[in-house]
Each structure stands twice: as structure tokens, then as C-alpha cells.
T-cell receptor, first 114, second 113 residues
């Protein structure tokens, strides 16, 4: 069964460093999302992406964040200068079509900022 | 914006039924979802219900929706130890153009053998 994959599973970085989190959505899906979950807190929406541009972003998704679909398969989240409070589990999700019912989530990347 | 609330913890005995409750605030929410998260794993979609339905059953899972009270519940029949996990309720609004999900805090289900 097709699934969303994410790499790495765990990333440790120093405060101020740039990180890139990678996702491979399901191949025929058109809508892509990033969410994050700070330990013990809710899963929060960051950004949605369609047709090579951002569809919507939350207040969390400030200028330190960017997303890209550099080729036909990868979907990346870049954090330009990480802060301690960026430590969280980051989930990628994809959906086949706008009116589709199901967002499929990847296993997540745990980001630890020291 | 949408706010989704859940109780934090539920403990049941193996074989009993579990009922996990959720409330939401945005009456325009069109789809309501239940996701399961096992330790160290991602979010697994269990089931969802469209807002014009009152009930949906899928094997051991029953979802009840009270649209008037904006209340959603997930009933797991014959709960097994493998059902121990965190269960997230999520809502998806339709008409705002935003298709992202708003999640509750999650309910940790502990199944005692």
C-alpha cells in the first residue's frame, strides 16, 4: 500500500543552524501539508502546498520556514535558523484531491534543537 | 478559528467498550476524523465522518456525530491491548478555502489486561 515517507526519523541540530526535513508524498497526490507536534501538545498545521505554491500557512509559519517541491517526488520543509522552540515532531501529509477525504500522514521527523 | 477539545486520558479493561469524546467549535466543519498514534509512530487514519451523517460503523469502530452540540465520539467495541494509543479527533472546514486539519490534544487510551 502506498505511504508517505519522511527522512530523517530524528534530526539533532544546534540552535541557529539550518535544517531541511524531507518528505516523499504518495505519488499521485496533489496536496501536501506540514504539521508539527511539540511534545505533549496538539498537532498544529504549518503550511499547505498545491501546484508548486503555498495554498495556506499558519501564524507559526514565519519567514524562518520555507517549503519546496524540488522535483517530482520530494517535498521539503526548511527551517533557516533553528530556535530551541522549534524542537518538535514534524509530520508531512498528502491528499489526492481537494475534496478528498483522507490526508495520509508520514511517520514524522523528530527535530531536537540544542 | 476552529478549536477541538478532547479529554486527555481514558482507561478501560480488555474486552470492554471504549468511548472517546471530542467537541469542536466550527459548525462549518465538513469532515471529522479520528487518527490513532502509537508510541513513536505517525498518525494513522482510523475513520472519518461527513457532517451530514449521524453515525458511521466500521468493524469495531462506531463514530457518532451530534452536529447540534458539535460533539463527536469514537466507540471501540471489545477493546484490545493493541488499541492502547493516543487518539486524535480532527476537523476539516470546507468553505474557508482552508483544507488543513485542526486537531484536538489527543486522548491517551490505556487498556488494562
Amino acid at each position: 500500500e502506498p505511504e508517505v515517507t519522511q527522512t530523517p526519523s530524528h534530526q539533532v541540530t544546534q540552535m541557529g543552524q539550518e535544517v531541511i526535513l524531507r518528505c516523499v508524498p504518495i505519488s499521485n497526490h496533489l496536496y501536501f501539508y506540514w504539521y508539527r507536534q511539540i511534545l505533549g501538545q496538539k498537532v498544529e498545521f504549518l503550511v499547505s502546498f498545491y501546484n508548486n505554491e503555498i495554498s495556506e500557512k499558519s501564524e507559526i509559519f514565519d519567514d524562518q520556514f520555507s517549503v519546496e517541491r524540488p522535483d517530482g517526488s520530494n517535498f521539503t520543509l526548511k527551517i533557516r535558523s533553528t530556535k530551541l522552540e522549534d524542537s518538535a515532531m514534524y509530520f508531512c501529509a498528502s491528499k489526492k484531491e481537494l475534496e478528498g477525504n483522507e490526508q495520509f500522514f508520514g511517520p514524522g521527523t523528530r527535530l531536537t534543537v540544542l | 478559528g476552529e478549536d477541538v477539545e478532547q479529554s486527555l486520558f481514558l482507561s478501560v479493561r480488555e474486552g470492554d467498550s471504549s468511548v472517546i469524546n471530542c467537541t469542536y467549535t466550527d459548525s462549518s466543519s465538513t469532515y471529522l476524523y479520528w487518527y490513532k498514534q502509537e508510541p513513536g509512530a505517525g498518525l494513522q487514519l482510523l475513520t472519518y465522518i461527513f457532517s451530514n451523517m449521524d453515525m458511521k460503523q466500521d468493524q469495531r469502530l462506531t463514530v457518532l456525530l451530534n452536529k447540534k452540540d458539535k460533539h463527536l465520539s469514537l466507540r471501540i467495541a471489545d477493546t484490545q491491548t493493541g488499541d492502547s494509543a493516543i487518539y486524535f479527533c480532527a476537523a476539516s472546514p470546507r468553505d474557508t478555502g482552508r483544507r488543513a486539519l485542526t486537531f484536538g490534544s489527543g486522548t491517551r487510551l490505556q487498556v488494562q489486561p
